[in-house]
């Protein structure tokens, strides 16, 4: 252990989790107080905040918080500097603050389209632009950016979202290389399939969209775990399940199949048109429940059918994809 690691491993490391009042941020920055870190937690509502703040004291950690809109590039900059003025260091950035509106693409207001792009694609980009020269001086610190399956297979009449989702990762992977240079310094991305959690029930909502969190959705807090362990165990790409990993894999070899079917769905759900527009907390801070978890469609199952489910799900696909790719080899001979 050279020198530089025995002075970080003597202080309490600090960790910075943006959209940490709601769902998978929430559940983030109370896995990282639980484990003794210093958070300092960040979103625009402030009585979010606050109640996150209270609950990650609660479990040991010292949280602060500072009200930030990720979408403007001088409030992050102050972010950064609140939080070294506060712990004197930041070992650990998670970019997590993000919005998505859904329904036809001329149906959503222009506004609430760049707002996404803002929050979603800028808004990670403000925060690498700010902390990484942090990193840089203290040859030392872990970026971890959760983009979503989004990344690799589009969301269906979330186009808008699709497309900061897709940026976010080419962006990512730029700057994974360009400072690949730096043996200390690592740029994580995690890529979760559909989350348990508040996100659905804050989203814009337009074109009859109605819809609750299906129920093979994941535990916030399983992503969680894994965006804790990046820390310990820095890689490029992590799938956090096996069900986003197959979905990626089943939607590379057939794409026009796993988009058309979920177009299908959507269209039909907006046929129905139960749901009024909603603007949801693209331009503005996610009204209550500032929690973990959301509302869902059906009662979720437990873990171990969830596993059970996903497992056959894996297995249904690999098996198609086996077959996909054999068939593509016959024709080739």
């Known amino acids: 252990m050279d020198s530089?690691?025995?002075?970080?491993?003597?202080v309490t490391k600090t960790a910075v989790i943006t959209g940490a009042s709601s769902g998978v941020g929430l559940a983030t920055a109370q896995l990282f107080a639980e484990n003794g870190y210093q958070v300092v937690l960040a979103a625009r509502g402030k009585e979010g905040l606050e109640k996150a703040v209270a609950e990650?004291?609660?479990l040991g950690g010292k949280a602060v918080y500072k009200t930030t809109d990720v979408s403007n590039a001088n409030e992050v900059k102050d972010l950064v500097e609140f939080a070294l003025k506060e712990f004197g260091r930041i070992d650990v950035w998670v970019n997590n603050a993000g919005v998505m509106a859904s329904g036809k693409f001329e149906e959503i207001p222009m506004d609430i389209n760049e707002q996404v792009i803002k929050t979603n694609l800028m808004g990670y980009m403000h925060g690498a632009y700010y902390v990484l020269p942090v990193f840089k001086e203290q040859k030392q610190?872990?970026?971890i950016n959760n983009v979503s399956i989004g990344g690799y297979m589009p969301a269906p009449?979330?186009?808008v979202y699709s497309a900061t989702k897709t940026g976010i990762k080419g962006m990512m992977s730029g700057l994974q290389s360009e400072y690949s240079v730096y043996p200390e310094i690592h740029i994580c991305n995690i890529y979760p399939q559909v989350q348990q959690s508040t996100g659905n029930m804050h989203s814009a909502k337009f074109s009859g969209l109605d819809f609750k969190i299906p129920p093979f959705a994941a535990d916030p807090r399983d992503t969680a775990k894994v965006i804790y362990k990046l820390v310990e165990k820095p890689k490029n790409d992590t799938f956090p399940d096996a069900t986003s990993f197959m979905l990626k894999l089943a939607h590379g070899a057939f794409p026009e199949t796993f988009t058309n079917l979920a177009t299908g769905v959507m269209r039909l759900m907006m046929k129905v048109k139960k749901g009024k527009d909603e603007e949801g907390n693209i331009l503005e801070p996610s009204n209550n429940p500032h929690r973990v978890y959301g509302e869902t469609a059906l009662p979720m199952p437990s873990k171990t059918t969830k596993k059970i489910i996903g497992t056959g799900l894996a297995i249904a696909a690999g098996y198609f994809v086996a077959k996909h790719l054999?068939?593509?080899s016959k024709k080739l001979d």
Do not use: E, P, Q
């Open 4 to 10: 530089i690691d025995t002075i970080t491993s003597l």
């Open 157 to 159: 009449f979330s186009s």
């Open 56 to 58: 990650c004291n609660a």
């Open 141 to 143: 610190g872990v970026l």
């Open 326 to 328: 054999k068939n593509n």
